[in-house]
């Protein structure tokens, strides 16, 4: 995997494309509108209206330019190709935390795909990172914000 190169699955290039077209049709459309109401209210130099209106289309035009830039690099996680003997982009892992006393299970995904809420955490976070590699028995200590925790793996599959 080279610097640029970002691991997505097939749901996640499904979102970002949608998001991307959603940017690019509905959102692009919305703020050409708020900007030619504003400009009808009059004089641009004052009018918060134009401004917000403005400040808006630069954010909405600077993410389009930024998934754009992602999606060129994109590189599709084969479900098949994942390896469950070791912890992996794309796998599932469960693990005992001996630290909190208790059973976590993540997805390790790209940092583009990541939902802490949803248990798919980033291959680049602490925890993502501490776990990749390993395999099923295996205990190791992963530094995080709020000090080390001691993980025994349990289990690794596919999502």
């Known amino acids: 995997m080279n610097d640029n190169e970002i691991l997505l699955s097939a749901e996640g290039l ?3 494309e949608e998001e ?3 940017l ?3 959102r692009r459309k919305e703020v050409a509108m708020r900007i030619k109401q504003a400009i009808e209210f009059g004089d641009i ?3 918060s209206e134009y401004e917000d ?3 808006e289309q630069a954010f909405i035009e600077g993410s ?3 998934l754009e830039q992602k999606l060129r690099n994109v590189r599709l996680i084969d479900m098949d190709d994942i390896d469950i003997q070791k912890v992996s982009v794309g796998s599932s892992v469960r693990y005992y935390d001996y630290t909190h006393e208790k059973e976590q299970e993540y997805t390790i995904v790209s940092s583009v795909e ?3 809420f949803k248990k798919r955490i980033s291959n680049e976070s602490p925890i993502g ?3 990749l590699g390993k395999k099923v028995g295996e205990e190791t200590v992963i530094t995080v914000p709020a000090g080390k925790i001691h993980v025994k793996i349990l289990e690794i599959h596919k999502q």
């Open 14 to 16: 499904k979102k970002m």
């Open 20 to 22: 991307l077209d959603n």
């Open 24 to 26: 690019k049709t509905t």
């Open 45 to 47: 130099s004052e009018n």
């Open 53 to 55: 209106a403005k400040n």
């Open 64 to 66: 389009i330019i930024s």
């Open 114 to 116: 990541a939902d802490p």
């Open 129 to 131: 990172a501490g776990l």
